[in-house]
């Protein structure tokens, strides 16, 4: 008897312990400043709110750098030339302020062109204006913003569409509620951009290409190694005299010819090869 009564006693406050429930998850602090289309999955999508949220962060610092320095900053020459920064920066602030509702990034490729080789993503064309999608290789090889100036990337030698940000802002410009047909491709890779600016072409502060190069080269120079930046090439030997001359201090806070005939009409090469479509 006693012995029943013990193991009563024992088993009690087992009895009492409540079922085992399954934890309801917590909300994602991760928020895409970009609608991101079911198609996605939950990884797919977490990976590009993040990667879209580092392409308002680029452009926000580019904003901030032209604000500050206006044409006065060597780098905003070098890229502009002398044009007025007004353009310039109505370019970035539609990233950061612009109405996002006619927008939408997909991961379901329905044209079929994420099967093509090479191909990282596109924006839609004529099948859906204000939709781009994104193909599988971008996941796998576009980086983070925190990687800008490591694993030999330099600002010269490297493609802007190393990082999702600068990628994603390119693929932006293309949206019509977002370039509005003003922002488009006048050059062509980092000697491209700067013919433009030599030449003080008023496209200059609406070419895509040029406006990705910026970006990066002041978020370089700024924030990833300040007053430093990685242009890389023979320019990274004289940044640091035409430092010192402007006074300018960092912001806080595939043969070619057989190539070009299997490149379908939508479609434009970058340099080092890279087949971009639109």
Not at 10 to 16: E, R, S
Not at 123 to 134: L, Y
């Amino acid at each position: 008897m006693q012995f029943l009564t013990f193991a009563l006693a024992l088993a009690a406050p087992i009895a009492a312990l409540p079922a085992a429930q399954s934890p309801r998850p917590l909300e994602d602090p991760v928020k895409s400043p970009f609608p991101i289309h079911h198609s996605c999955n939950a990884t797919e999508q977490r990976q590009l709110a993040i990667a879209l949220q580092e392409t308002v962060d680029l452009v926000s610092h580019a904003k901030t750098h032209i604000l500050r320095w206006g044409n006065e900053s060597s780098i905003y020459r070098k890229y502009f030339g002398d044009r007025p920064s007004l353009t310039a920066i109505g370019a970035y602030d539609i990233i950061i302020n612009g109405n996002a509702d006619n927008i939408l990034f997909r991961c379901d490729n329905p044209d079929g062109n994420c099967a093509l080789d090479g191909w990282a993503g596109h924006w839609r064309g004529a099948n859906a204006t204000d939709e781009t999608v994104i193909c599988e290789l971008s996941y796998e090889v576009r980086r983070s913003l925190s990687t800008v100036c490591g694993l030999g990337y330099t600002i010269s030698e490297s493609e802007t569409n190393t990082f999702w940000a600068s990628d994603l802002l390119h693929r932006l410009y293309h949206m019509p509620a977002i370039g509005q047909g003003l922002v488009e491709h006048y050059a062509d890779g980092y000697e491209g951009v700067l013919e433009l600016a030599e030449g003080n072409r008023t496209e200059a502060v609406h070419d895509s290409e040029t406006l990705q190069y910026f970006a990066l080269e002041v978020y370089a120079y700024d924030v990833v190694v300040p007053g430093v930046g990685c242009v890389g090439g023979d320019e990274e030997e004289t940044s640091d005299d035409q430092n010192e001359e402007t006074g300018e201090t960092p912001v806080e806070d595939q043969d070619d010819e057989d190539t070009e005939e299997d490149i379908p009409e939508n479609c434009h090469t970058h340099e080092g090869g890279e087949l971009h479509c639109t």
